[in-house]
């Protein structure tokens, strides 16, 4: 589990796969680490370059007690890419993700050869809760907001089945850091990229999942209505799909990987 030095500042990052497989970085959801991939990443590795890391305010990556913007993050995943003697890859973004992913397609497409956005958004909602959610884990840390993130982001059917692994991420979302958590809360809040989407042209598939309440289907399909030629395939399950749908997840970015 090394830890990359990019520009003075800490990235916690992984890498499987062969090395001269063409690379496919995959980026979590707010709250999460890079152990959201687990159950993924081993799958995808047999035929790709994986590089897994925690955003900037997760895990261990750099947590600065600051306002981020998109472009912050998205600015990460580039410098990442430039330290690995990486010039362009896939890209794999789910939740926060996939809106670093849209921000990389509008602002970076030359160092994207392919996109998935899964469970995502391209406007993640009215200011006003973000500031109030901002407000509440200035005050009162991430641990009281876990179990209310954990209940919109999986089904009762998984949350039944597979305790110890919702445990995890959980634990996941209870040990960000505060300062991490309200940075890319305000990345989050101040994100709108609806009137740019007509622009990306890179090859895009967007993933949606019925039972999804955080970022509901509907979301996902304004994304691929409005990129052209983007492909748009529904998974079953929650929002954090690749953890709750694994082989489903990992065969739908396989289809469109090639």
Same mark, same amino acid.
């Given at each position: =589990?090394p830890?990359?030095d990019?520009?003075?500042?800490r ?11 063409p ?12 152990? /959201?991939? #687990? ?7 047999q035929?790709?370059?994986v590089i897994? *890391?925690?955003a900037r305010?997760?895990g261990?990556?750099?947590a !600065? #007690?600051q306002? *981020? ?11 990442? /890419?430039?330290?690995l ?12 993700g996939?809106m ?6 509008l ?13 995502t ?15 509440a884990?200035r005050?009162d ?7 209310? /993130?954990?209940d ?10 597979? !305790? ?8 996941m ?7 991490g ?6 990345? =989050? ?8 989407? #007509?622009?990306?042209?890179?090859q895009t ?6 039972a ?29 799909s690749a ?14 990987l090639?």
């Open positions: =589990m830890l990359i990019l520009s003075g500042e990235f916690h990052v992984e890498l499987a796969g062969p090395q001269d497989a690379p496919l970085v995959l980026a979590h959801s707010l709250g999460c680490t890079l152990g /959201m991939w #687990d159950e993924v990443a081993p799958l995808l590795a035929s790709r370059r897994r *890391y925690d305010g997760h261990e990556s750099v !600065p #007690d306002v *981020y913007a998109m472009g912050d993050l998205g600015r990460d995943v580039l410098a990442l /890419m430039d330290q003697g990486i010039a362009h890859a896939d890209f794999c973004g789910l939740s926060l996939g670093v992913g849209q921000w990389l397609a602002n970076a497409p030359q160092r994207l050869t392919r996109l998935v956005l899964a469970n958004t391209a406007h993640a909602g009215p200011a006003r809760f973000w500031d109030q959610r901002i407000k884990v005050r840390g991430v641990e009281p907001i876990a179990d209310s /993130m954990i919109s982001w999986f089904t009762p059917d998984f949350r039944a089945r597979a !305790p110890e692994r919702v445990a995890s991420v959980r634990a979302v209870a040990g960000t850091q505060p300062a958590y309200m940075g890319t809360s305000c990345a =989050m809040r101040d994100m709108d990229f609806r009137a740019g989407l #007509d622009r990306i042209r890179t598939l967007v993933l949606v999942s019925d999804d309440r955080s970022t509901p289907p509907a979301w996902g399909e304004a994304i691929a209505a409005a990129i052209p030629g983007a492909r748009l395939e529904r998974l079953p399950g929650g929002h954090l953890v709750e749908q694994p082989e489903a997840f990992v065969a739908a970015v396989a289809r469109f090639g």
